[in-house]
């Protein structure tokens, strides 16, 4: 940026949010951080400019945590990682999986575990230039090399993006289930007795470990699968929804018209601290938002300034009611 | 009088002091200037001005009372500024003490203050310009960064980085108050 003492204060201004937007949405380091300091020694005009830009911009955070429903904001998109997935899931139910087959196990050469504590991220680079990004509080066990490429989610949830190769597939189990890769970028979830896939790119089989399904379903982008109860759910997600649906990833979760209980559970899987909603109605409650992924405080502080609910701090949980 | 007593308070310590006591009063501050300059086009840089000087001082000591020293300041800052130009009569710029400012009445419950600020938002975020306002909601609603914002508008990212710019100032005049988009609707 060029050398600037122009005392015009418009300018000031526009130059202040222009650090600011750089600051908050694209690379950022050390180097970027030196000149803006400089930039803010230059002048008490620049200080003050800079400030009350990031002072209206943290209170946009506060409130951003509701989402916009207007009519001509085009966000609204009502698919959630939640119930409301699960019934539209049902809801374009296509497979009731009941089948005989011929299971193909594999052997494990050599097995690698790797495991993510509570809001913990960690990402796996294979040597094939795959990667895997493990969400918090994830088990995975890898045979990995000689050939083989074979991960067993034991629980939590990951993000596949794997590089194709025919003579050595690429397979996910997951509560029973097999995915194997056809060249894509997925998602698996595995958590009490519920397995969801997402696909993101490229394509993907989705079969049974044990083999009593007929033939493997083949995922295509945008698709969604649940696991839950023995029923297999499949549908079609947007790609908004899906890119939400990975939001962990950047540290956010993301919903859409989902009840506060949803909310809390999502984000009690991140937390030590929980969340606990007294009763079904507050439980109930419906809300658009984005947290980060550690915004229990963020949570609370909705709930109580915004819609007005109690919020009683205890020991390692916060209890929210009417 | 302000004293010199060694060393003031460090910048950003002032900063902090500007955002906590200075930004709230911007709407009186705006009122105050709106109503005794007659150009709208110097409005922006008055406040700024005003904001400079009472930052200057501050670093040398806090005022012990923020509104008044603010308005006071306001004043000055015309009077010399209507002397140079010659163009209001200083008796036409109100003294702040006589002034009929908006009284200081208690303020609503936390949940009102939020649900009208969530308003204002909701308002200020409707009142940007189309491809401005949806940078915007994809880059602090969404949690999408300025190059995915780019991809899913499928523009450049130099002109994210405006309309992102853009946003944030005209974001900043409408909470601080300058503009209350939402006043006079029930």
């Given at each position: 940026?060029?050398e600037h003492?122009?005392d015009d204060a418009?300018?000031i201004?526009a130059?202040?949010?222009?650090?600011?937007?750089r600051r908050?949405?694209?690379?950022?380091n050390?180097?970027?951080?030196?000149?803006?300091?400089s930039w803010?020694?230059?002048?008490l005009?620049?200080?003050i400019a800079y400030t009350?830009?990031?002072a209206a911009?943290?209170?946009?955070?506060?409130?951003a945590?509701?989402?916009?429903?207007?009519?001509?904001?085009?966000?609204?998109e009502?698919l959630?990682?939640?119930?409301?997935f699960?019934?539209?899931?049902a809801?374009?139910?296509l497979?009731?999986?009941?089948?005989?087959?011929?299971?193909s196990?594999f052997?494990?050469?050599?097995?690698k575990?790797?495991?993510?504590?509570?809001?913990e991220?960690k990402?796996i680079?294979?040597a094939?230039?795959?990667r895997i990004e493990?969400?918090?509080?994830?088990v995975l066990r890898a045979?990995l090399?000689d050939?083989?490429?074979?991960v067993?989610?034991v629980?939590?949830?990951?993000?596949?993006?794997?590089r194709h190769?025919?003579i050595?597939p690429?397979?996910?189990?997951?509560?029973g289930?097999r995915i194997?890769d056809?060249g894509?970028k997925f998602?698996v979830?595995?958590?009490?007795n519920?397995?969801?896939?997402?696909?993101?790119e490229?394509?993907?089989a989705?079969?049974?470990?044990d083999?009593?399904?007929?033939s493997p379903?083949v995922l295509v982008?945008g698709?969604a699968?649940?696991?839950s109860d023995n029923q297999?759910h499949?549908m079609?997600?947007?790609?908004?929804?899906?890119?939400?649906?990975?939001?962990?990833?950047r540290?956010?979760l993301?919903f859409?018209?989902a009840t506060?209980?949803?909310v809390a559970?999502e984000?009690n899987r991140y937390?030590s601290?929980?969340?606990?909603?007294?009763?079904?109605?507050?439980?109930?409650?419906?809300?658009?938002?984005?947290?980060?992924?550690?915004g229990?405080?963020?949570f609370?502080q909705?709930?109580h300034?915004l819609?007005?609910?109690?919020v009683e701090?205890?020991?390692?949980?916060t209890?929210?009611s009417? | 009088m302000?004293?010199?007593?060694g060393?003031?308070?460090?910048?950003s310590?002032?900063?902090?002091w500007?955002?906590?006591e200075?930004?709230?009063l911007e709407?009186l501050l705006?009122?105050?200037l709106?109503?005794?300059w007659?150009?709208?086009g110097?409005?922006e840089?008055?406040?700024?001005?005003v904001?400079l000087?009472?930052?200057e001082a501050?670093?040398?000591?806090y005022?012990?009372?923020?509104?008044p020293?603010?308005?006071a300041t306001?004043?000055?800052?015309l009077?010399n500024?209507?002397r140079?130009?010659?163009v209001?009569?200083?008796e036409?710029?109100?003294?702040?003490?006589t002034?009929?400012?908006?009284?200081?009445?208690?303020?609503p419950?936390?949940?009102?203050?939020?649900r009208?600020?969530?308003r204002?938002?909701?308002?200020a975020?409707d009142?940007?310009p189309?491809r401005?306002?949806?940078?915007i909601?994809?880059?602090r609603?969404?949690?999408?960064n300025?190059?995915?914002?780019?991809?899913?508008m499928?523009?450049a990212e130099?002109t994210?980085?405006?309309?992102l710019?853009?946003g944030?100032a005209?974001l900043?005049e409408?909470l601080h108050g300058?503009?209350?988009?939402?006043?006079g609707?029930?």
């Amino acid at each position: 940026m060029s050398e600037h003492f122009s005392d015009d204060a418009s300018d000031i201004t526009a130059q202040a949010a222009d650090w600011l937007q750089r600051r908050e949405f694209w690379n950022w380091n050390e180097a970027d951080q030196a000149a803006l300091n400089s930039w803010l020694d230059q002048s008490l005009s620049h200080r003050i400019a800079y400030t009350r830009l990031g002072a209206a911009w943290t209170r946009t955070a506060r409130v951003a945590a509701l989402k916009t429903h207007g009519p001509r904001s085009n966000v609204a998109e009502s698919l959630s990682r939640s119930k409301t997935f699960f019934r539209l899931a049902a809801a374009f139910a296509l497979v009731a999986a009941v089948g005989v087959g011929v299971a193909s196990y594999f052997q494990a050469p050599a097995e690698k575990t790797f495991a993510t504590a509570l809001g913990e991220r960690k990402i796996i680079t294979l040597a094939d230039g795959s990667r895997i990004e493990l969400n918090t509080n994830t088990v995975l066990r890898a045979q990995l090399g000689d050939g083989h490429r074979h991960v067993t989610l034991v629980h939590g949830e990951a993000f596949f993006d794997i590089r194709h190769d025919a003579i050595h597939p690429f397979s996910v189990v997951a509560d029973g289930h097999r995915i194997t890769d056809l060249g894509t970028k997925f998602l698996v979830r595995a958590q009490s007795n519920r397995l969801e896939v997402a696909l993101m790119e490229g394509k993907a089989a989705f079969d049974a470990a044990d083999g009593r399904m007929k033939s493997p379903i083949v995922l295509v982008p945008g698709d969604a699968l649940v696991v839950s109860d023995n029923q297999i759910h499949t549908m079609q997600r947007t790609a908004k929804g899906l890119a939400n649906e990975l939001g962990w990833r950047r540290g956010m979760l993301i919903f859409d018209n989902a009840t506060l209980g949803e909310v809390a559970a999502e984000l009690n899987r991140y937390n030590s601290h929980k969340l606990v909603l007294a009763d079904p109605r507050t439980a109930a409650i419906r809300i658009s938002a984005s947290f980060r992924t550690g915004g229990t405080e963020d949570f609370s502080q909705l709930a109580h300034v915004l819609l007005g609910l109690k919020v009683e701090e205890r020991n390692d949980e916060t209890v929210i009611s009417r | 009088m302000p004293h010199r007593s060694g060393e003031g308070p460090s910048a950003s310590e002032v900063m902090a002091w500007f955002a906590r006591e200075v930004l709230p009063l911007e709407p009186l501050l705006m009122h105050f200037l709106r109503t005794n300059w007659r150009n709208s086009g110097d409005i922006e840089d008055l406040r700024q001005d005003v904001y400079l000087r009472v930052c200057e001082a501050a670093q040398e000591e806090y005022p012990a009372q923020v509104k008044p020293f603010v308005l006071a300041t306001a004043r000055n800052l015309l009077i010399n500024r209507a002397r140079r130009e010659r163009v209001v009569p200083i008796e036409a710029i109100a003294d702040p003490e006589t002034l009929n400012l908006p009284a200081d009445v208690p303020g609503p419950d936390r949940t009102v203050v939020a649900r009208d600020e969530l308003r204002r938002l909701q308002a200020a975020i409707d009142h940007l310009p189309p491809r401005c306002r949806e940078a915007i909601v994809l880059g602090r609603i969404e949690g999408l960064n300025g190059r995915e914002i780019a991809e899913r508008m499928g523009i450049a990212e130099r002109t994210v980085s405006e309309h992102l710019a853009k946003g944030i100032a005209a974001l900043a005049e409408i909470l601080h108050g300058q503009n209350s988009l939402t006043e006079g609707k029930p």
